[in-house]
């Protein structure tokens, strides 16, 4: 089986404004939510977004805010898994 874009959804998003690491719940086709970090969108110069680019390596800035929102990303994900 191919891969169906269309069947890929985004069902929540959040960003770290100071390092621009997205961290978001998805859903492919029927199956289970699941969490996905990255990518990292950065900004230009000119106050533009770049194209996203590869996370990488987690800095203490990221760690921080994903420490700060875990709570909030267990929560929503609980709300869309299916009851077991």
Request: net charge negative; aromatic share 6%; glycine share 8%.
């Amino acid at each position: 089986m191919a891969y169906d874009p269309e069947k890929d959804k985004l069902l929540k998003k959040w960003k770290c404004a100071e390092t621009g690491l997205v961290v978001s719940i998805n859903r492919y086709g029927d199956g289970e939510p699941k969490v996905q970090i990255g990518p990292r969108i950065l900004l230009k110069s000119d106050g533009t977004e770049r194209a996203p680019v590869k996370s990488g390596r987690l800095t203490i800035e990221d760690v921080m805010w994903l420490y700060d929102i875990i709570d909030d990303i267990k929560q929503e994900l609980s709300n869309l898994a299916s009851p077991s």
